[in-house]
T-cell receptor, first 113, second 113 residues
Framework: ETGVTQTPRHLVMGMTNKKSLKCEQH?????MYWYKQSAKKPLELMFV???????ENNSVPSRFSPECPNSSHLFLHLHTLQPEDSALYLC????????????FGSGTQLSVL | SQKIEQNSEALNIQEGKTATLTCNYT??????LQWYRQDPGRGPVFLLL?????KEKRKERLKVTFDTTLKQSLFHITASQPADSATYLC????????????FGQGTELSVKP
């Protein structure tokens, strides 16, 4: 275990549904990230939070809404998604954004029907 | 913009041999280059980090080289084992981007007994 826990592991949702992905880290890190991994494509950074403040939004559509209530928890709220949003969504953390290596969770495999 | 290319084809080798994976990048050299391992349905796991002023880094059976002239990093696994079978990702950290790693698409390694 990496110390980063994501729930749920799998999610199937319709285009009109609203759902949330949850990430929790037990490592005492101050930076948290959301990445998207589509089949056969590189990981794409979506959002970066440092000490609960969003420091990066990589031109992500507004149907993805992140929330970071504290340094240990990160959410990704989903609404009105498209089938092309189906992917593995990975949460990661690091001591600070400039520390280097990332600790990833196991991801949520999302399917949008 | 910065681009990364890893061996696009899957790499199949015999147990006991050395696996060599390639990561090439365009444009300017990163401050750090990282290698991760990813198993199916799991998040990436950090393996090694090498700085731009380092030529080589070792950790047990793993060795990473970094050639800023060739704009290339090589990742070696010596005495490979079937348990080394996974996808290996390289990632560039430009050092001033607040945690924004640029990932390659990964190379799938299969080690046959």
């Amino acid at each position: 275990e990496t110390g980063v826990t994501q729930t749920p592991r799998h999610l199937v949702m319709g285009m009109t549904n609203k759902k949330s992905l949850k990430c929790e880290q037990h490592l005492g890190h101050n930076a948290m990230y959301w990445y998207k991994q589509s089949a056969k494509k590189p990981l794409e950074l979506m959002f970066v939070y440092n000490f609960k403040e969003q420091t990066e939004n990589n031109s992500v559509p507004s149907r993805f809404s992140p929330e970071c209530p504290n340094s240990s928890h990160l959410f990704l709220h989903l609404h009105t998604l498209q089938p092309e949003d189906s992917a593995l969504y990975l949460c990661a953390s690091s001591p600070t954004p400039t520390t280097g290596k990332l600790f990833f969770g196991s991801g949520t495999q999302l399917s949008v029907l | 913009s910065q681009k990364i290319e890893q061996n696009s084809e899957a790499l199949n080798i015999q147990e006991g041999k050395t696996a060599t994976l390639t990561c090439n990048y365009t444009n300017y050299s990163p401050a750090y280059l990282q290698w991760y391992r990813q198993d199916p349905g799991r998040g990436p796991v950090f393996l090694l980090l090498i700085r731009e002023n380092e030529k080589e880094k070792r950790k047990e059976r793993l060795k990473v080289t970094f050639d800023t002239t060739l704009k290339q990093s090589l990742f070696h696994i010596t005495a490979s084992q079937p348990a080394d079978s996974a996808t290996y990702l390289c990632a560039l950290d430009m050092g001033n981007q607040g945690g924004k790693l640029i990932f390659g698409q990964g190379t799938e390694l299969s080690v046959k007994p």
